[in-house]
């Protein structure tokens, strides 16, 4: 796995590089600003872009620009969004474009290396990852007209996992459920938010596209 970083920190991004390294994953390129990002993906073809949402020179939106772009000229690669709080309006238009093989996390996240690194990974396989906190605010926001009322409390616990990028596996860790269980809800969740017959992969997407547009 091929990734380039976009990151106008130096020691984030010399700290960004070091850890994906160590994980074995090849960092074609480091940036640290939006032109020298698609001057890099043009050049290195990347699996995996991560870039920080507020970049040179206004330290506003580039990096959320520059990512929109990239989709644009080039779906396969995928987008780790980076931002220092919580912007789930950045998360949700990005998200609503082009959901598969997009993550968006938190800076205090990467941390949690084993769980940044899988993050990465996921979101070059065509994944997602989605913050926590991200996912929270959402969930605490009003409804006029919630698409998830039908959900069970434990269903929309499940989904929340789903939006974050977990497996059924780490969902299983995660709430202490067995394989079968959780199964059970993913599934259930996939019949309340009326998702046809397709790839397990792609209706958690769909799922996960349903929670954050409602």
Do not use: W
Not at 5 to 22: N, Q, Y
Not at 25 to 50: K, M
Not at 131 to 153: I, K, N
């Amino acid at each position: 796995m091929r990734v380039v970083i976009a990151e106008d920190s130096v020691l984030l991004r010399e700290g960004l590089a070091r850890v994906l390294a160590e994980a074995g994953i090849d960092v074609a390129a480091q940036v640290g600003d939006a032109d020298a990002l698609h001057h890099a993906v043009h050049r290195e073809r990347p699996d995996v872009v991560i870039v920080d949402v507020r970049m040179p020179p206004t330290q506003t939106d580039e990096g959320t620009r520059a990512a929109r772009e990239i989709r644009a000229r080039h779906p396969e690669v995928g987008i780790l969004v980076l931002s220092q709080v919580v912007e789930a309006k950045h998360a949700l238009d990005l998200f609503s474009e082009h959901p598969e093989g997009f993550g968006y996390l938190l800076k205090d996240r990467v941390l949690e290396i084993d769980e940044f690194v899988e993050s990465v990974r996921r979101v070059g396989k065509g994944g997602t990852a989605i913050d926590p906190e991200v996912v929270a605010q959402l969930f605490g926001r009003r409804r006029a007209s919630d698409p998830l009322e039908e959900l069970t409390p434990r269903e929309r616990e499940v989904l929340a996992l789903m939006a974050e990028g977990r497996s059924n596996r780490g969902i299983c860790a995660k709430l202490f459920l067995s394989p079968k269980t959780v199964e059970t809800h993913v599934n259930s969740i996939f019949t309340k938010l009326r998702l046809p017959p397709a790839p397990d992969d792609h209706r958690r997407v769909l799922a996960v596209l349903a929670f954050l547009r409602s």
